[in-house]
C-alpha cells in the first residue's frame, strides 16, 4: 500500500511539474468573436499564432443575438475572455461595470497613433478622456439608390442636401406613383436618429440625463422623416417590402439607408445582368457641407481587466488593427477596416461601391455615450413606428418619447446627484 | 420536546431533502422576493452600493407598460387556445393508443412521446422550415387546396396560431401517456355492463370514461395550464418575441428585461405578478372543478 502511494505522488508531483513548465512558455488568452466576424477572425489568428509561438489565442464564436446577454451574464460570473470584439455602443455600459482595462498607457508605448483612425469612430471608444477600445471595424449607413431611375428623371447625382433628397423623391414618385422612392424601415431607429445628428440634435441633456427629442433641432429633423410618410413616399409598415433585395431589383423601392454589409449582399442577390442599375452616395446634409453626418457604428476590440494576460492580448488587439490583417479582414468579410491606411490600398480604391462609404467615414457621429442607449433606441424606434401610421402629432409623439426616456435615465440622474454629493 | 422525541427520525429522513430546498429554494426565491422592491440594475451590477429600496415602483411600473399588457394578452390566448386543444388532442390520442382494435400500441405510444423528449432547439429548426413562406412543407400542403402561401412567423397574425401548433405537437405525448394511465385504470366491467344496456360508443364515452376520468382530468389541466402560462422557449427560439411583439410572453418579456437589459428587479417582479395570476387561476380552477363535483 505505501509503495503504491508513493508511485502515486511522485507521478503526481512529476506530471504537475511538467504542466507548470509548459505554461510558463506558452500563454494562452481567450477571444470571443461575434457572428460571421468570429468565424472569420480565425484565419487571421493563425497567422497572429505562427508571429508569436508563445501566445496561443483561443476564440470562441458567439452569435450576435446573444452576444449582449452572454458578455453581462459572463461579467456577473467573472469568467469573462481576454480581448473581445464589442459593438461600440456597449463601451460605456461596461465602462460603467468597470470592466474595460483604459488603454491610454498601452496606446502611448505603441507604434498605433489616434490619427491612424476616422476621428468619428475613435471617439465613440473614449469615455471622458479614457480610451476604451481600439476601432475595429467600421459601420456606418449610406444611401443605396438606383442610378438607372435617377437617371430616367434626369438625376445625374445623388441628393446632396435634404432639400434636393425631397425634391427628388417627389419626381420619382410623379413617375412612378406605384413605387415608393425611399425605404424608411419603421422597425429601425437608425433613420431618424441620422436625420437628428445631421441637423445637430444631442437627443439627450444635462449631462446625458434628460430626453431632448422634443427640442427644435430633432423635432425638424423628425418632421423631415414624416415627410416621407405623409406623402407617401415611403411604405407604411413591413409587410409591403418581405424582401429588400427584390423589392430593391423592381424598383419598387429606389432609396435605401443601410450599411457596409449589404454590398456583399446586393451585388449577390440583384441579377448579374442588373449590377449596373445600384449605386451608392454618402448621406445628404441640411448645409452646403457635404457629406452629412451618419453612424458611428462598428464593432472595436476591447481588453478586459479581469485579464491576466495583459500584454500578449495587447499584441493580438495590435496585429488585428494593422493596416494588413484589416485589408484581408475586409477581403474575407466586407467590413469596413478602421486604419485610414487600409484605405489606401488598390482593393478598396478601385471598388466604386465602397467610395461613398469612405467619404462617408469623415462625418461620423456617435450615439450619446450612456448605458441605456440601447434601451432609448427601442423607445426611438417606436416612436418613428407611431408617426408612420400617424397616431398622433409630431409635438405628443416626441413629449411621449421624452417621458419614456427620462424614466429610462432616471436611475441615471439619481447617481449623478449622489456622486456629486 | 416530546414532539421532537415523537417525530426525531422523521426529521432526520427528510432533512436532506429541506435543506437542499431550504438553500436552492427557498432562500432564492425569498431573496428574489425582497429584490423585486429594489432597482437592481447594470449599475447595481457595477457596484452593490447602487441598489435603491424603491418600495412597489416596480410593480406600478409594470401595470403602467403597454409591453406587459401585450405579453399578458398574448400569453393569454396561448393559454386559452392553446391549452384546451392541447388537453383535446392528449386525450383524443390517449383513446386511440388505448382502443381495443389498434395495433402497435406501444410503438405508438414511444412514437408520440417522442417529441416531448427532443429537443426544443432541434424541432425548432424543423419546424421553421415547416413554416417557411416559400419552401414550407405546410404551405406546400395548402397550395394543394388552393389557399394563398402565409408567412407563418412572419406575419403577427399568424405567428401565434404557428407556436400554439408547435407547442401541442412537441407537449401532448406527456399528458397523453398520464391519459392512457387513467383509461387503463378504468374497470372493464363498467364498459361490459354498458354494452348489455345497450350503449354506444359515445354515450359510453360520456357517461362512463369522462366521469371516470376526472380527477385526471384535472391533473392534466392545472399542469397544462400552469405549463403553457410560462411559455419561453417556443418563441425565444423561433420568432424572439417577434413580429411586432405578437409572440411576447411575459416569461420571454422577463427574460429580457433580466438578462438583455440587465434589470432584475423590474425582471423579478413580472415573475411574482406572473405567480400571482397562476395561482389565482389555479385556485379558481380548483374550486370550479369542486363545484361540478358537487
Redesign the interface.
Known amino acids: 500500500m505505501k509503495i503504491i502511494l508513493q508511485i502515486f505522488f511522485s507521478v503526481a508531483i512529476f506530471l504537475s511539474f511538467n504542466c507548470n513548465h509548459s505554461s510558463d512558455e506558452v500563454s494562452t488568452i481567450k477571444f470571443w468573436g461575434f457572428g460571421a466576424e468570429g468565424e472569420k477572425v480565425k484565419l487571421l489568428i493563425e497567422q497572429f499564432e505562427k508571429e508569436n509561438p508563445s501566445i496561443k489565442v483561443k476564440v470562441q464564436q458567439i452569435p450576435w443575438?446573444s452576444a449582449?446577454?452572454k458578455l453581462?451574464?459572463a461579467?456577473?460570473g467573472n469568467s469573462l475572455p481576454d480581448v473581445c470584439q464589442l459593438g461600440n455602443t456597449w463601451i460605456p455600459?461596461f465602462v460603467?461595470?468597470?470592466s474595460l482595462e483604459n488603454l491610454n498607457s498601452l496606446l502611448l508605448k505603441s507604434s498605433i497613433k489616434e490619427e491612424n483612425y476616422f476621428s468619428g469612430i475613435f471617439e465613440t471608444n473614449k469615455i471622458d478622456s479614457g480610451l476604451y477600445g481600439l476601432p475595429w471595424y467600421i459601420d456606418t449607413r449610406v444611401l443605396f439608390y438606383r442610378k438607372d431611375l435617377f437617371d430616367s428623371i434626369g438625376w445625374k447625382s445623388p441628393p446632396k442636401n435634404w432639400d434636393e433628397l425631397k425634391r427628388v423623391s417627389i419626381l420619382l414618385k410623379n413617375k412612378y406613383p406605384k413605387s415608393y422612392p425611399i425605404f424608411l424601415p419603421a422597425n429601425e431607429w437608425n433613420p431618424q436618429i441620422i436625420f437628428g445628428m445631421q441637423n445637430g440634435s444631442s437627443f439627450l441633456k444635462n449631462n446625458n440625463s434628460f430626453g431632448n427629442f422634443s427640442e427644435e433641432k430633432y423635432k425638424t429633423a423628425f418632421s423631415f422623416y414624416k415627410y416621407f410618410y405623409e406623402n407617401n413616399l415611403s411604405p407604411v409598415g413591413?409587410?409591403q417590402v418581405?424582401n429588400v433585395y427584390q423589392a430593391f431589383t423592381e424598383g419598387f423601392i429606389m432609396m435605401y439607408i443601410t450599411g457596409p454589409w449589404n454590398i456583399g449582399e446586393f451585388q449577390k442577390r440583384i441579377p448579374q445582368d442588373k449590377q449596373h442599375i445600384w449605386m451608392t452616395a454618402a448621406m445628404p446634409s441640411t448645409d452646403s457641407i457635404y457629406p452629412g453626418a451618419s453612424l458611428a457604428g462598428g464593432s472595436s476590440l476591447v481588453l478586459f481587466k479581469s485579464s491576466k494576460n495583459k500584454i500578449a492580448s495587447w499584441k493580438l488587439i495590435e496585429f488585428l488593427t494593422s493596416k494588413k490583417q484589416q485589408l484581408k479582414f475586409y477581403t474575407q468579410t466586407g467590413n469596413l477596416p478602421s486604419n485610414r491606411d487600409a484605405w489606401n490600398d488598390s482593393i478598396l480604391i478601385n471598388n466604386i461601391y465602397t467610395k461613398a462609404f469612405r467619404l462617408q467615414l469623415e462625418n461620423l457621429i456617435s450615439t450619446p455615450k450612456v448605458?441605456e442607449w440601447?434601451?432609448i433606441a427601442m423607445k426611438v424606434q417606436k416612436s418613428g413606428e407611431a408617426v408612420s401610421v400617424k397616431q398622433s402629432s409630431i409635438t405628443e409623439i416626441l413629449f411621449n418619447l421624452d417621458n419614456d426616456v427620462n424614466?429610462i435615465l432616471e436611475?441615471?440622474r439619481?447617481?449623478l446627484i449622489k456622486n456629486k454629493k | 420536546m416530546n414532539y421532537i422525541n415523537k417525530y426525531g427520525i422523521a426529521f432526520l429522513f427528510i432533512a436532506p431533502a429541506i435543506t437542499v430546498l431550504f438553500f436552492f429554494f427557498f432562500v432564492p426565491v425569498f431573496a428574489a422576493f425582497v429584490m423585486s422592491f429594489t432597482d437592481f440594475d447594470i449599475y447595481a451590477l457595477a457596484d452593490f452600493k447602487n441598489i435603491l429600496f424603491i418600495g412597489f415602483k416596480n410593480y406600478q411600473n409594470l401595470i403602467t407598460d403597454p409591453l406587459f399588457w401585450t405579453a399578458l394578452k398574448n400569453t393569454l390566448y396561448f393559454v386559452v387556445i392553446g391549452g384546451p386543444l392541447s388537453v383535446i388532442v392528449s386525450l383524443s390520442v390517449a383513446i386511440l393508443v388505448n382502443s381495443k382494435v389498434a395495433k402497435f400500441k406501444t410503438f405508438f405510444r414511444t412514437i408520440f412521446f417522442i417529441p416531448v423528449v427532443t429537443t426544443i432547439v432541434a424541432v425548432s429548426v424543423v419546424w421553421k422550415y415547416l413554416y417557411h413562406p416559400r419552401f414550407g412543407l405546410i404551405n406546400y400542403i395548402l397550395n394543394y387546396f388552393s389557399i394563398e402561401p402565409i408567412d407563418w412567423l412572419g406575419n403577427s397574425d399568424y405567428a401565434m396560431p404557428a407556436i400554439i401548433i408547435m407547442a401541442i405537437w412537441k407537449n401532448f405525448g406527456y399528458n397523453m401517456i398520464i391519459f392512457v394511465a387513467g383509461l387503463q385504470s378504468i374497470p372493464e366491467q363498467l364498459y361490459e355492463a354498458a354494452k348489455i344496456d345497450g350503449a354506444n360508443e359515445w354515450q359510453k364515452f360520456y357517461n362512463i370514461t369522462m366521469p371516470m376520468l376526472s380527477q385526471t382530468t384535472i391533473f392534466v389541466c392545472i399542469i397544462t395550464m400552469i405549463g403553457y402560462f410560462q411559455l419561453f422557449s417556443e418563441p425565444y427560439v423561433m420568432t424572439q418575441g417577434g413580429p411586432l411583439n405578437s409572440t411576447l410572453s411575459i416569461v420571454l418579456l422577463m427574460y429580457q428585461h433580466g438578462f438583455k437589459w440587465w434589470s432584475m428587479g423590474y425582471s423579478v417582479s413580472i415573475a411574482f405578478m406572473l405567480f400571482v395570476i397562476i395561482y389565482a387561476v389555479t385556485l379558481f380552477q380548483l374550486k370550479w372543478q369542486k363545484k361540478k363535483e358537487i
Do not use: G, I, V
Open positions: 443575438t449582449h446577454e453581462l451574464t461579467f456577473a455600459e460603467t461595470l468597470k413591413m409587410s418581405s448605458p440601447e434601451n424614466r436611475k441615471r439619481s447617481l
